[in-house]
């Protein structure tokens, strides 16, 4: 590994949340990590539309937002997450948006990859929002879950339940397969999503985990120093 230290983004194919992947993105390259992008396929990846919303977002953000999603070489010339690797960065990123839970969470390359990012003493990993739901999903090689017994944050049930329908379904007409809170709690997660804070991030041992949309950017700053950035 070079002395220009490296961060991989795991991000989804259906739909990620544009904060939560560029603030972090951003705030990396500025203090000079080389970013790689995978994507389930390989193919670039697009924001979910709702998180590109000048009213939510403003007018300067959101054109801001289009343009990094856009132009950015990571984001537009992705690799596959089978060809990705953990040991060949100091970091990976799973960035979150409802997306993740069709997709990144479930898949079994990016679970690989947590993995390895969290194992032995080098490696650090940032999960964000909805893309925490993978932790429901990770299991160490004894089958236990890689999130048992460790606090984290990540998209709270509470806000959920005010974006999905009676039927769980979302505005773009998806039914939510599952809510990201529960599953990480049935697999043994110690979650406290603060709801009371204006922002949420949790860090226990290389596993650094962030609430969802208005903590991306206090997320990106844990994860620098994480680096020693």
Partial sequence: MSDTQSALFVVSEEGYWAEECIEPLSALES???DVTVATPSGAAPEPDERSLDPES???ETAERYREVAGSNPALTDPVPLAAASAADHDAVVFPGGHGTVWDVNQDRDARQLLLDAVAGEDGVALVVC????????TREADG???V???EV??????WEADIVDDDDVLPDGRKLPYWVEDEVVAAGGLWDAELDADTSVTVDGDLITARGPGSSEAAAETLLDALDL
């Fill in 144 to 146: 236990s879950f890689l």
């Fill in 31 to 33: 203090a000079g990590v």
């Fill in 148 to 150: 048992e017994g460790r």
């Fill in 153 to 158: 944050t990540g998209f709270p049930n509470a």
């Fill in 130 to 137: 909805h893309a925490a739901g993978i932790l429901a999903f």
């Fill in 57 to 59: 977002v403003g007018e």
